[in-house]
């Protein structure tokens, strides 16, 4: 259900890599959440560094969305890098698998595509 691969690359060389990977697979990153910057503001300490990346290509977000309006929880993809100085782990949650508890079938092509480009600019940043 998840996808996850380590890296021991810097915070922000995940994110530049990220950024240039994404534009290569005509991907956007929509927003990004800095999930510890945002807890301080809250009063709560997180230990770990994490941010969430919303990614996402408009052809293939249209495709799943006129399948079925619904889809539109499960939009846009995201990718999760945590973890602390030199040791971070980039997740996501695999689009195929998602995809399925909308018993649409003709949406399985588009989130293997999807799949596998969130998976390739996963490996990008990371490796």
Sequence with gaps: MI?????????DEI???LQESAARHRFGI????????T?????????????????CNPV?????LEADGAVSTALPCRISVYGSKGEYTLATMRPTEMMKAFGKPE?????????????????????
């Design 3 to 11: 996808y996850q691969i380590k890296s021991n690359k810097s915070l």
């Design 15 to 17: 994110e530049r890599g």
């Design 30 to 37: 929509i927003a990004t959440h800095d999930l510890q910057d």
């Design 39 to 55: 807890l301080r503001k809250k009063g709560v300490e997180l230990d770990m560094e994490c941010r969430i990346y919303e990614v």
């Design 60 to 64: 293939q977000a249209k495709k799943v």
């Design 107 to 127: 949406i399985e092509p588009v989130a293997q595509e999807v799949e596998n480009v969130v998976v390739a600019m996963m490996r990008d940043a990371a490796l």
